[in-house]
């Protein structure tokens, strides 16, 4: 494709936000690594453009957005993140060219869904998140039911493709639909083989901002085995950052081998991490793939995740364990300990799932093909 296509996306790395949709940057820059030829369109309200690590990127309003599509014609567009107001320029002013959608889950989701992670104190979002996700479904559902020229989804996993379908009200089976994960950065998080001794030491890196994240699993996985006999030889970092931080690990305060870490950290600082501890507390009420999991694995930590949504999709025993709740991981984590053999292989099966399975260079390669297909053009002449 000798001409530049469009990726639009409701925010993009800068040097003030540098973790910005970052997965849409790696997207990005390996796409023009490869010969792509891109244009970086980031909706919202300050107008420039800027070149962040080698990439130009155009931010703008929707207005602008729209003035830019009237002004040009391109072959094809991308689209992360088809939020409502993105979804209404396009329909009106690029109808007829192809479209690629990934869909992540925030846009897509109904908000009953995601209800049971609010509580007392954050009923408010709640209340004002409902009409706009009413919204937002309703507008996603009547542009694809109305658009009449290529489109094409691309959905991280079954899970989210399926929860797409039933949330937004649409029969899949006319729609063309692929399913790629995200990628994940083997070159960074790379695999060198475990230690067993590394078994007793466990880390959870996550967010405090949500009871999606189930840090509280993890917490009361502490608890438990803190009544067991080996509990002192194990040690525990837990790394994060939100209003439920301190609340959570409070408990964890007292025993002298869980460190508590509030703060958040760049990849150096996790890659760091993943290479001196053996075992990730990675518990989860909602994700649609899981990709600081298989970060974690490529470094070849054994997870300890949730049964539910799409992890099953990316872990199995082999690798790592799929449990329900906070007894469950205590039990892995103690199977774990008991047996180093078991934790080595499982370590390096982890590494080696990720690498098949959402690899860099699989995962990109993938997408090139998707974006470089001319079936789509085909279809909308």
Same mark, same amino acid.
Request: glycine share 4%.
């Given at each position: 494709?000798?001409?530049?296509?469009?990726?639009?996306?409701?925010?993009?790395?800068?040097?003030?936000?540098?973790?910005?949709?970052?997965?849409?940057?790696?997207?990005?820059?390996?796409?023009?690594?490869?010969?792509?030829?891109?244009?970086?369109?980031?909706?919202? @309200?300050?107008?420039?453009?800027?070149?962040?690590?080698?990439?130009?990127?155009?931010?703008?309003?929707?207005?602008?957005?729209?003035?830019?599509?009237?002004?040009?014609?391109?072959?094809?567009?991308?689209?992360?993140?088809?939020?409502?107001?993105?979804?209404?320029?396009?329909?009106?002013?690029?109808?007829?060219?192809?479209?690629?959608?990934?869909?992540? *889950?925030?846009?897509?989701?109904?908000?009953?869904?995601?209800?049971?992670?609010?509580?007392?104190?954050?009923?408010?979002?709640?209340?004002?998140?409902?009409?706009? $996700?009413?919204?937002?479904?309703?507008?996603?559902?009547?542009?694809?039911?109305?658009?009449?020229?290529?489109?094409?989804?691309?959905?991280?996993?079954?899970?989210?493709?399926?929860?797409?379908?039933?949330?937004? *009200?649409?029969? @899949?089976?006319?729609?063309?639909?692929?399913?790629?994960?995200?990628?994940?950065?083997?070159?960074?998080?790379?695999?060198?083989?475990?230690?067993?001794?590394?078994?007793?030491?466990?880390?959870?890196?996550?967010?405090?901002?949500?009871?999606?994240?189930? $840090?509280?699993?993890?917490?009361?996985?502490?608890?438990?085995?803190?009544?067991?006999?080996?509990?002192?030889?194990?040690?525990?970092?837990?790394?994060?950052?939100?209003?439920?931080?301190?609340?959570?690990?409070?408990?964890?305060?007292?025993?002298? $081998?869980?460190?508590?870490?509030?703060?958040?950290?760049?990849?150096?600082?996790?890659?760091?991490?993943?290479?001196?501890?053996?075992?990730?507390?990675?518990?989860?009420?909602?994700?649609?793939?899981?990709?600081? @999991? *298989?970060?974690? @694995?490529?470094?070849?930590?054994?997870?300890?995740?949730?049964?539910?949504?799409?992890?099953?999709?990316?872990?199995?025993?082999?690798?790592?364990?799929?449990?329900?709740?906070?007894?469950?991981?205590?039990?892995?984590?103690?199977?774990?300990?008991?047996?180093?053999?078991?934790?080595?292989?499982?370590?390096?099966?982890?590494?080696?799932?990720?690498?098949?399975?959402?690899?860099? *260079?699989?995962?990109?390669?993938?997408?090139?093909?998707?974006?470089?297909?001319?079936? $789509?053009?085909?279809?909308?002449?």
């Amino acid at each position: 494709m000798s001409e530049s296509i469009l990726l639009v996306v409701p925010g993009y790395p800068s040097d003030q936000h540098p973790y910005n949709n970052m997965f849409v940057h790696s997207r990005v820059k390996a796409y023009l690594q490869h010969g792509l030829k891109i244009d970086v369109f980031s909706v919202g @309200m300050l107008s420039h453009t800027t070149t962040y690590e080698g990439v130009s990127v155009r931010f703008g309003t929707l207005g602008e957005l729209k003035s830019l599509l009237q002004e040009k014609s391109y072959p094809k567009i991308l689209i992360h993140f088809a939020m409502r107001g993105i979804l209404k320029v396009i329909a009106q002013d690029a109808p007829k060219t192809p479209l690629i959608i990934w869909v992540h *889950g925030y846009e897509a989701l109904s908000w009953k869904r995601r209800a049971a992670f609010f509580d007392v104190m954050t009923l408010h979002r709640l209340i004002g998140y409902f009409p706009v $996700n009413l919204l937002q479904r309703r507008a996603y559902r009547d542009f694809i039911q109305t658009r009449t020229s290529a489109l094409h989804f691309v959905f991280v996993s079954q899970w989210m493709k399926d929860v797409f379908a039933q949330d937004i *009200g649409i029969d @899949m089976a006319s729609i063309k639909a692929s399913l790629i994960p995200n990628a994940i950065d083997t070159e960074s998080f790379v695999y060198h083989p475990k230690d067993p001794q590394q078994r007793f030491k466990l880390l959870s890196i996550r967010p405090y901002t949500s009871k999606k994240y189930a $840090n509280d699993l993890a917490i009361d996985a502490v608890l438990k085995l803190s009544q067991n006999e080996i509990f002192n030889q194990l040690t525990f970092t837990f790394v994060g950052k939100g209003r439920s931080f301190k609340t959570l690990t409070k408990p964890l305060q007292a025993f002298p $081998n869980v460190t508590l870490r509030e703060t958040y950290l760049n990849h150096q600082e996790i890659i760091a991490l993943h290479q001196t501890h053996g075992i990730m507390l990675i518990p989860t009420r909602q994700d649609s793939q899981g990709v600081s @999991m *298989g970060e974690a @694995m490529s470094s070849g930590l054994v997870p300890i995740a949730s049964n539910n949504t799409a992890i099953p999709e990316f872990l199995d025993e082999r690798c790592g364990y799929l449990t329900n709740n906070a007894q469950e991981i205590a039990d892995a984590i103690l199977e774990l300990v008991h047996d180093p053999d078991l934790f080595c292989r499982k370590s390096a099966a982890s590494s080696l799932r990720v690498s098949q399975q959402c690899g860099s *260079g699989h995962v990109i390669q993938q997408e090139l093909d998707l974006i470089l297909s001319d079936q $789509n053009s085909r279809e909308a002449s």
